[in-house]
């Protein structure tokens, strides 16, 4: 982001992005492809609310925003920013076979969510192809059994099946949506093979991609093969959800639906379960469009929600269309990003200001529907509890508190770029802090007796960042001294949901800038503490930079390392947060703080003797240029690079002389750096003279769009009109690790490229 033409989806090694037919897929797996190295792993989320999670139904979101694949990093789209509260995230569009994008895939699984593909088959054109989904790949020369059968029932072949788990593997995604919205050409007997190969697929899947993987059967034809939406699970499509790992209903069902769904599952036999099954593993659907849906979607999507029940009854939830928010306001006047997050938020949060009435719109009962009673308006996260990112002793936590867009972008807090039509790029979407919206629940920190909390509130700034487009900007209005013990106090403000191992020290960094026109001896440091109705628990904290450690351009980090102390037989669900001490004014003041950045990751074993560091560097740097380029495309090509470390100079060298010493020369901490995305940037030779330093070179954009984790195509047309008029140009690749840190210069490459 944002370097990247308009096909930037579109691979010259043939990774296309989705696939029309299943000859495409054929064409596709007749290739060698390697498994893409820049995306993140799926880690399961560990909580200690897992047995509550367990026991109520989860939340399925199935995009299909404007068709799919519509983001571009030069202008702004739909990104989904309430991952704490899903489950499951389905990348839907109307291609035969559906292959999330690379930055969906991070943004997911950065959030220890599932992420899944669809295939589809729709029309004419999809009874064909489903006919061949079962009998696999067809043979180019002529021939035919070797002796007269007397099996003529339709073969099933595990062809597709394979291929469809190969590409899962391949770019990273853990399934698919299987939405046969078709007639079936062979009827009940190939219903009975679409079955059996719903199990296959399922295996491959999990033998491929890992346990976590899934296949969700969508609510459409019917073991007869009519194309009969039954809006419920029940004698007609059970067969399909046996095999599956979940059953994904339409959306027009009756009021009592959900409830009798429930009945059903309980009354199969347990022995029909060739795969466990729980009632968690049926999703009701609901419409956000409202099209046929009971309630009206929309702001009216409680009323479902409501009969769906999750939290009592315990289904789960597929929401589908949520891009609804976006779609139906963006040819409205006066629409911004910005009154669209705020649409959104109240939609899926609530209002922001307590107490506020939200517009619904008039419940309409269908034909023959009685009239129900719903109340008043409840957010969708209301039905689902909130639930903590994977440990970062398995996956580091970092967020620059980016929503995947943006109108900058900024590094060590300089401004690097700007665009009035703002960029998307889903890989750089973080979380937004799950504990500050629609508003932050403050504390006291201290106990100095019963004052009123401040008033506070948060939004997210785009004109002011430490690393990417954004930052989280935090408002307290602080009253007028009232009280003689007033003088001095500390509040904590809770940001993210985070869970913690016993025992395990984790480092907790902190960037922060404090508004100029603030108290002064304002003081910000992070911090760890149990969520409201957690049982108690002691966090040892201990910092590790001094409250005055300033960086460029007004900003300050701090860290400190936090140990969760006591016997503990699970994990620990906490929040991170921060501590605000001030001395209270004698005036009512607005206090602005930005939040630049927060990362948590296991301490690092340096503080040992004699442990060394891995400290991350880039090693080199190479560009190829793209063959038969045309006269305007000089610098068209790909760079690539590679990581390397640096374990610092030796101390000493010296070996005791006695063999039997158990002390090792050196200790190493064990850990390799890992990257979060790389900054590109460019400069041109001047045609006298040398070329000037890093620092002067011009940011053309990061990695994260194609997947892949050294290697950036570069696309000539977005190059500065300074840079393509040149002969040869000098291209920087600059690191960001995975806790957030820039590298410097020194720790940097460069590659020269010279148009032939």
Not at 261 to 281: C, G, H, N, V
């Amino acid at each position: 982001m944002p370097l990247s033409g308009k096909n930037y989806l579109e691979d010259p090694r043939g990774d296309a992005p989705y696939f029309r037919t299943l000859a495409d897929l054929d064409e596709w797996a007749s290739k060698h492809h390697n498994k893409l190295d820049g995306l993140l792993p799926y880690v399961k989320r560990r909580s200690a609310t897992d047995a509550t999670v367990q026991s109520r139904g989860r939340l399925l979101v199935c995009h299909d925003y404007k068709g799919g694949y519509t983001e571009t990093p030069f202008g702004l789209a739909y990104t989904f920013n309430f991952w704490s509260y899903c489950d499951t995230f389905i990348y839907f569009s109307h291609h035969r076979v559906t292959v999330p994008p690379a930055g969906w895939i991070n943004a997911a699984h950065r959030q220890g969510v599932k992420i899944l593909g669809t295939l589809i088959f729709e029309h004419d054109a999809g009874q064909q192809d489903c006919l061949r989904l079962l009998v696999g790949r067809l043979p180019k020369s002529k021939t035919g059994s070797a002796a007269p059968s007397a099996d003529n029932s339709l073969p099933l072949s595990p062809h597709y099946a394979k291929v469809l788990a190969d590409l899962a593997y391949q770019r990273g995604f853990d399934g698919y949506l299987l939405n046969v919205e078709v007639p079936l050409i062979g009827r009940v007997e190939q219903s009975r093979a679409l079955a059996a190969w719903i199990g296959i697929l399922e295996s491959e899947l999990k033998r491929k991609v890992g346990s976590h993987a899934h296949t969700i059967w969508y609510d459409s034809v019917v073991v007869t093969g009519d194309l009969r939406w039954q809006d419920r699970l029940n004698n007609y499509n059970l067969p399909f959800f046996l095999p599956s790992s979940g059953f994904f209903t339409n959306y027009t069902w009756r009021p009592d639906y959900p409830s009798l769904t429930a009945q059903y599952f309980f009354a199969l036999e347990p022995s029909l379960m060739s795969i466990p099954k729980r009632l968690q593993d049926i999703y009701v659907g609901i419409d956000v469009w409202g099209r046929g849906q009971h309630g009206g979607g929309g702001f009216g999507s409680y009323r479902s929600l409501a009969h769906i029940d999750p939290e009592f009854l315990g289904l789960s939830v597929a929401l589908f269309g949520p891009g609804w928010s976006w779609e139906t306001e963006q040819d409205k006047p006066g629409f911004s990003w910005e009154t669209w997050w705020a649409y959104e938020r109240k939609l899926w949060l609530g209002p922001q200001t307590r107490g506020e009435a939200v517009e619904v719109p008039p419940h309409k009962p269908r034909a023959g529907e009685p009239d129900c009673e719903h109340g008043e308006f409840t957010p969708i996260t209301a039905f689902f509890p909130r639930q903590a990112p994977p440990n970062p002793r398995e996956l580091p936590f970092l967020t620059y508190f980016s929503p995947g867009v943006g109108y900058a972008w900024f590094v060590d807090g300089a401004q690097l770029y700007q665009t009035k039509a703002g960029w998307t790029d889903l890989d750089k979407t973080t979380s937004l802090g799950d504990l500050v919206w629609p508003r932050p629940e403050l504390q006291w920190a201290d106990n100095k007796g019963e004052l009123p909390l401040p008033a506070a509130s948060t939004s997210l700034s785009m004109t002011d960042a430490w690393l990417g487009g954004s930052s989280l900007q935090v408002v307290l209005s602080l009253p007028a001294q009232e009280h003689e013990d007033a003088a001095s106090r500390r509040v904590w403000i809770p940001v993210q949901t985070l869970a913690f191992t016993p025992n395990v020290s984790y480092t907790v960094n902190l960037v922060y800038k404090v508004a100029p026109n603030s108290l002064p001896d304002l003081e910000v440091a992070p911090s760890v503490r149990t969520l409201g109705d957690s049982p108690p628990v002691s966090f040892d904290i201990k910092q590790k930079t001094p409250q005055s450690s300033g960086l460029q351009r007004g900003w300050s980090t701090f860290s400190v390392d936090v140990i969760l102390s006591g016997d503990h037989p699970t994990d620990v669900l906490a929040a991170l947060g921060i501590d605000i001490r001030f001395r209270v004014p004698a005036a009512a003041i607005d206090v602005e703080i930005l939040l630049g950045l927060m990362s948590v990751l296991p301490t690092p074993l340096t503080q040992a003797p004699s442990v060394h560091a891995h400290q991350p560097k880039i090693l080199w740097a190479d560009y190829a240029l793209q063959p038969n380029r045309v006269a305007d495309a000089q610098f068209s090509g790909t760079l690539s690079w590679e990581i390397a470390a640096s374990l610092g100079p030796m101390t000493s060298t010296a070996l005791s002389g006695d063999p039997e010493d158990p002390r090792p020369l050196w200790t190493l901490n064990g850990t390799f750096p890992s990257f979060a995305f790389f900054n590109v940037y460019v400069q041109a030779y001047p045609s006298a003279g040398s070329i000037g330093s890093p620092e002067s070179a011009i940011w053309i954009g990061t990695t994260g769009l194609d997947g892949r984790r050294n290697a950036l195509r570069i696309d000539p047309a977005c190059l500065p009109s300074t840079v393509s008029a040149a002969k040869t140009v000098r291209f920087y690749v600059q690191g960001v690790t995975d806790r957030g840190t820039v590298l410097t210069w020194d720790n940097c490459v460069f590659v020269d490229v010279t148009s032939g």
